[in-house]
């Protein structure tokens, strides 16, 4: 592969490499030197001049499923035929159910081990997600009726936050029983909120990604 | 002051300058050496014997205050007059009040430049304020009527983690409007538990501390 000359096609080879050894290995036990290994005699230093750590580079892959994650989010945001409510459905009901996830919880990264990966989940989830598409959901929401609340902004962060880290089984190395009790708890805050919108099958669904992280993270060990 | 003999008052020397000074000047304007030069001539080694970083000071420094916390919520948790709920009430009431909250909204640290920090509370509210002080007074409601949720350790975990992170505006950098958004959706999640335990003497103690920290945040800059 040729070097320098396309360095965003030289990013994109490193992450495609790394996250394919991430799902096979695990990530706690690819080393950056098993990412060089298969990275066809590209060097150590080109590597390292795209990044500095393998955290850096795990970040990077996240990154870049999050982008195609807020994709989805935009496309039910924009859509003309459902009220705030059903748009907050539709945003759970695709996050969860999207096919990358099962890879994601695959990589099953300890996420004590990886501050820089919950500072960016946790950025991304205040600073790009509660604001960019689940607020515009909620505020219009409250203009069609199907949401009622006098702190839209607090409320999307609260929802997207309990959502995206609480509920997160990675984050919290959650057992099945303990995602299947953060789920009716989740359920019932909604209500709380006059919020109906999750269901059955999304329970099964996170409890079929929480049994995927379990399974793999002592997968190597 | 001797050193080495007395390994215990030598870390509780360094730690009482160190927060001396990081309340004078505030965290993020205190260095190593600004310390080092008010510990009575006790060496540079000496202080890194004990902490690796001004970080691991910081953390030091507040655990030894959630040692003094948890003795607060020990004492809640214990006593025999009050039900499930009513305990739950006076922790957040005796939480909120203390004096020492002052000084800590003082210090300011900046939790996304010292993930330590960040990792420390987030530990300690999972692993200790939910499952050994607010998951028994639950439990204790269940029996005692005034709580009800067949998810005790889940409805614990929500509860403390919210209030003690997602509502603690030094985390999230809440202005005195944010926080006043927040305890507001806080209250109305709560009331979906079926819990009336929030007041407006708590709103009012909130908005001073959060108006406490975003004047010390940039005092020195």
């Not at 997600?129 to 505020?139: Q, S």
């Not at 409890?207 to 992280?213: A, F, G, K």
């Amino acid at each position: 592969m040729a070097r320098n000359k396309h360095p965003e096609e030289t990013v994109n080879f490193i992450l495609n490499v790394a996250f394919r050894l991430f799902m096979e290995k695990g990530y706690e036990y690819t080393s950056v030197q098993d990412i060089i290994d298969h990275l066809d005699g590209l060097s150590k230093g080109a590597i390292y001049h795209h990044f500095k750590s393998k955290e850096d580079i795990l970040v990077a892959v996240t990154e870049r499923m999050t982008e195609q994650s807020n994709q989805m989010l935009a496309r039910i945001r924009d859509r003309s035929d459902l009220s705030g409510r059903d748009k907050l459905k539709a945003i759970f009901k695709e996050s969860i159910n999207r096919p990358v996830q099962n890879d994601i919880f695959t990589v099953a990264p300890n996420f004590h081990k990886n501050p820089k990966l919950l500072f960016s989940l946790l950025h991304d989830t205040v600073e790009e997600a509660a604001p960019n598409y689940i607020l515009p959901i909620i505020r219009q929401g409250i203009t069609d009726g199907t949401i009622e609340t006098d702190y839209p902004e607090q409320l999307a962060e609260l929802i997207i936050l309990v959502a995206n880290v609480w509920m997160n089984p990675m984050i919290f190395d959650s057992s099945e029983e303990e995602s299947y009790g953060k789920f009716r708890i989740f359920e019932r805050m909604l209500r709380g909120f006059g919020l109906d919108i999750v269901d059955e099958e999304m329970l099964e669904r996170l409890q079929e990604l929480t049994s995927i992280y379990q399974k793999n993270k002592y997968k190597y060990m």
